[in-house]
């Protein structure tokens, strides 16, 4: 590789270069009605037909220049040596809590077929009881009844890239997840900044690890500029987890200066901060009116002596950002204009969730025309996309993408 960084993002809207998405996976067939809300699905998605959005969405991003890698590839690479596949398997089917010796033993034969890929789309997947073959109880686990029909539970969320772990600066978080269900999404990134080629040797910065004790998800940071941070405290993240990131920041003397925290409503259609507020230009952003009320916004700088200075802003939302981003002026683009049903309808299907791949550039789901509408007539390109199976995952472009390197802004 040049002597360009494994990773450098330092803003949400410099012309994308790499990203990391992943292409959904027979995952998605195992959501039963039953698990569904245990998953995080709001109903159950069409695969193949999901696979033709997910594609047609990496080609807008390729046909832009952009380098797109997948997460199962990555995996899939970083597994090669024998000794840290077999730890990976270990590992994973511990913090699945598959229980059981003749279940693990009966999984680990399954797996012994595959090839490093076949593994990782396997264990992507989980795995249904009626699978394995040749499986012995052996244990007081393995022969109690249940009436569960996997023994490996699939990750359904996956193809939100944007969350288990993110990009700030040159360095990432590998993030607590708020879920059972999404934790395990994030020993992939473990394995990828350790083992895989492209980033083991890359001295790639760890400013949060997975083992932390209070959760964060990458749906919640953004990266505003060279100096400011915007963090959700939000369903998913909590606020001892934002001032953690912030020390580590502070102490790693990365050049972020300003982490502001924005305090929106804990609810399922606010999951996270980019649910709701995304930068799609200098100067432009999107928001949906419903957290406008509600939100409060902190402001944490470098105290004395390693301690963190934090201050409640009481100006508006336009002007706070306006005065940490040094600008005159910014334009906040209201979800459907504001409208109450049409808002709430877009919001509810990510019309918020805009991914910039240029200043002044987005991609889009094409089905919120209201929204959309309104950010043509304000001047931004706008990238449409078809998400009528993606969305039932509730998430939209930016989460389904992670970016790895971006010019700068
Ligand atoms: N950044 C995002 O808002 N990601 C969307 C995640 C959706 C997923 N079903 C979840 O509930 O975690």
């Known amino acids: 590789m040049s002597n360009e960084k494994a990773i450098d993002v330092t803003s949400e809207i410099g012309k994308l270069k790499t990203v990391l998405l992943h292409r959904p996976g027979r995952e998605l067939e195992n959501i039963t009605p039953d698990f569904m809300e245990r998953l995080l699905f709001d109903d159950i998605p069409d695969l193949e037909a999901a696979r033709k959005e997910h594609d047609a ?3 807008v991003l390729k046909d832009n220049g952009v380098e797109v890698l997948y997460l199962e590839e990555l995996a899939a690479e970083s597994i090669e040596d024998k000794e840290v596949r077999q730890k990976f398997i270990e590992q994973f089917l511990e913090e699945a809590h598959v229980s059981g010796e003749g279940t693990i033993k009966a999984l ?3 797996f012994s077929d595959l090839d490093n890929k076949e593994l990782i789309d396997t264990l992507m997947a989980g795995v249904r009881k009626t699978e394995l073959k040749d499986y012995k109880a052996e244990s007081l686990a393995d022969m109690a009844s249940s009436d569960y029909p996997l023994v490996l539970d699939p990750l359904t969320n996956l193809y939100f890239t944007r969350d288990p772990f993110a990009t700030i600066g040159t360095g990432i978080t590998i993030n607590q997840m708020r879920t059972e269900t999404r934790n395990r999404e994030t020993i992939f990134a473990e394995y990828i900044f350790k083992y895989h080629p492209r980033f083991k040797d890359a001295g790639v910065p760890i400013w949060l690890n997975r083992d932390e004790k209070t959760s964060i998800e990458g749906g919640d940071e953004l990266v505003l500029s060279e100096k400011v941070l915007a963090v959700g405290i939000s369903q998913r993240t909590d606020a001892a987890s934002v001032e953690k990131l912030a ?4 102490e790693n003397n990365e050049s972020f200066e300003t982490i502001l925290a924005f305090d929106i409503p804990k609810s399922r259609a606010f999951m996270h901060l980019d649910t709701v507020f995304t930068m799609i230009d200098h100067d432009k952003f999107t928001i949906h009116p419903g957290i406008e009320g509600p939100l409060t916004v902190f402001s944490i700088t470098k105290g004395k002596d390693g301690d963190l200075e934090i201050e409640r802003e009481r100006d508006t939302l336009e002007h706070l950002l306006a005065k940490h ?3 005159d002026n910014v334009e906040l683009i209201r ?7 049409d808002a709430a309808r877009e919001q509810w299907n990510d019309g918020s969730n805009t991914l910039t791949i240029a ?3 987005v991609v889009v789901y094409a089905r919120n ?3 959309n509408r309104i950010l043509e007539e304000k001047g931004i390109k706008l990238h449409k996309v078809e998400g009528t199976e993606l969305v039932r995952g509730r998430g939209g472009p930016r989460c389904m993408s992670m970016p790895l390197i971006r010019e700068k802004a």
């Open 325 to 327: 981003l040094e600008l």
């Open 247 to 250: 020390k580590r920041l502070f």
């Open 108 to 110: 680990k034969d399954h």
């Open 369 to 371: 025309h209201v929204t």
């Open 57 to 59: 969405f990496a080609q």
């Open 359 to 361: 200043p002044g550039e």
């Open 335 to 341: 979800c459907a204009g504001g409208d109450p049903i």
